[in-house]
Every structure is written in structure tokens, then in C-alpha cells.
T-cell receptor
């Protein structure tokens, strides 16, 4: 069965420093991978996705993620963190199969310290 | 475009009461979803609708029913609410069930069952 893991419940980063939010996945095939962000009292917002092609995917708000097939990872990164990046981040995975539904990780809370 | 809208935003029920959560989207999407979000659990799929006239169970369907009223609207009903159904409920939509399609989320309904 497919699964996705976000090993860190919380990540603290000083403003201006680079940030990484980790995600690993387990699927028996080629995955589609997503990152969503949730700000307080809001629904999830799409950040970026990997479907195929270039392993480095660029998304909204200066975020990017690198698909690493050998390590089965899809870590979210940003070169310079902003206080406004503080939010809950979800990684998600789905197989190209209509019988499979998207699976979300448990979320990582990102705190950017001023 | 309003995107995905949900009503109500907040609701408090007593055990055994019933209620319907409403969801509507104005993006002409074919597929719609209901999720629940619990602390440390991420998002779990309750029911989904691939297209108008079809509905299917997700990961945690027990205690819920859904209706795809038309292409725009997808409602979630709790027939006899239980404290275990205290959660934040999100509706989402996408162009289709295809794995590559991005899901767009509503703002959520915070439900408390006493």
C-alpha cells in the first residue's frame, strides 16, 4: 500500500535561513507527489507537484522540492525563510491509478523565528 | 470565482443529533471530496465523488453519508453524531480523479460533538 511520511512534527528556522521540510514516500510504482500548505483557520492550498520530468520542481511563494527516486524522498525547500512561511505543511502521494486515492502525510508545523 | 465554499464554518452538536455540511464549487470540476482533519492524523478521506451522480467510500466512511446534488454541490451528512466525529471537515474538488490533478480545498467546518 502506498504511504507518505513526514518525520518531523515541527521544524524551527530563523528568518532568512534556508528551510527544509522532509517527506518520504512508499509506493509500488511511479508516484505523483504534492506539497500543500495550511495557514491558521484556512483550508489547504496547493504549493507544487511532481508528475514527471525535471526532478527539481518550483512552486508558489519561492518554494521548491526535489524528487529523489533512489531515496524515495520529496523534500520541500526554500533558500530564505520568511516569518509569513509559518504554517502547517502537508506532503501527499498518489499513484497513476484511478483506484488509488491521494494519501496525505500527517503534516509538519513550520515555525519561522524572527 | 469563490472557489470551494463550505457552510457552516462552526457547529456544535449534541450526541445523537444530525446535521448536513454543505459544499459548493464554481470551477466546473468533475470530482469532489470530503476529508476530516484530526491532530497528528493528517487528512483522511471520508467519501468522494468522481463525477455527478457517483459517490464512493474513502478511508473512514462509517457514520457519514454523502449526496452529490449536482455538479457544483456535494454534501456530507452525519445521521447520529458521536464525540468521535469532532473534527475539522474539508471539502475539496479537482478537474477529475486523475492523480495529476490538483485538489482545491474549502475553508473547512469545525465541528464539535458533545
Amino acid at each position: 500500500a502506498q504511504s507518505v511520511a513526514q518525520p518531523e512534527d515541527q521544524v524551527n528556522v530563523a528568518e532568512g535561513n534556508p528551510l527544509t521540510v522532509k517527506c518520504t514516500y512508499s509506493v509500488s510504482g511511479n508516484p505523483y507527489l504534492f506539497w500543500y500548505v495550511q495557514y491558521p483557520n484556512r483550508g489547504l492550498q496547493f504549493l507544487l507537484k511532481y508528475i514527471t520530468g525535471d526532478n527539481l520542481v518550483k512552486g508558489s511563494y519561492g518554494f521548491e522540492a526535489e524528487f529523489n527516486k533512489s531515496q524515495t524522498s520529496f523534500h520541500l525547500k526554500k533558500p530564505s525563510a520568511l516569518v509569513s512561511d509559518s504554517a502547517l505543511y502537508f506532503c501527499a502521494v498518489i499513484l497513476f491509478n484511478r483506484d488509488d486515492k491521494i494519501i496525505f502525510g500527517k503534516g509538519t508545523r513550520l515555525h519561522i523565528l524572527p | 470565482n469563490a472557489g470551494v465554499t463550505q457552510t457552516p464554518k462552526f457547529q456544535v452538536l449534541k450526541t445523537g443529533q444530525s446535521m448536513t455540511l454543505q459544499c459548493a464549487q464554481d470551477m466546473n470540476h468533475n470530482s469532489m471530496y470530503w476529508y476530516r482533519q484530526d491532530p497528528g492524523m493528517g487528512l483522511r478521506l471520508i467519501y468522494y465523488s468522481a463525477s455527478e451522480g457517483t459517490t464512493d467510500k474513502g478511508e473512514v466512511p462509517n457514520g457519514y453519508n454523502v449526496s452529490r446534488l449536482n455538479k457544483r454541490e456535494f454534501s456530507l451528512r452525519l445521521e447520529s453524531a458521536a464525540p468521535s466525529q469532532t473534527s475539522v471537515y474539508f471539502c475539496a474538488s479537482s478537474v477529475s480523479l486523475a492523480g495529476a490533478d490538483t485538489q482545491y480545498f474549502g475553508p473547512g467546518t469545525r465541528l464539535t460533538v458533545l
